[in-house]
Nanobody, 112 residues
């Protein structure tokens, strides 16, 4: 059974930081690219960041320079370090594997 379990969301003031984690099981993690998506109320789900099996990364323009995606293959976990958070970063953040499995999401709320 495949599980992607996100954690680390919460409420933070603008300018603050959060670190999201996504623990994967049931997939061969090291053979999967991994992604973070987010969905704000009334908006479509959008890609935030991705990391390849070799560690290459890509980011949405809106988070470039503020967010960092990383992975630990020994722990089957992908992370999203979010710094300089803005109210417009408020959303449910989802983890997705290259095999198309999704986590349940974790809420991030940034207050102004």
């Amino acid at each position: 059974q495949v599980q992607l379990v996100e954690s680390g969301g919460g409420l933070v003031q603008a300018g603050g930081s959060l670190r999201l984690s996504c623990a994967a099981s049931g997939i061969i993690f090291r053979f999967n690219s991994m992604y973070w998506y987010r969905q704000a109320p009334g908006k479509q789900r959008e890609l935030v960041a991705g990391i390849s099996i070799r560690g290459s990364t890509n980011y949405a323009d809106s988070v470039m320079g503020r967010f960092t995606i990383s992975r630990d293959n020994a722990k089957n976990t992908v992370y999203l370090q979010m710094n300089s958070l803005k109210p417009e970063d408020t959303a449910v953040y989802y983890c997705k594997s290259g095999e198309p499995y999704w986590g349940q999401g974790t809420q991030v709320t940034v207050s102004s």
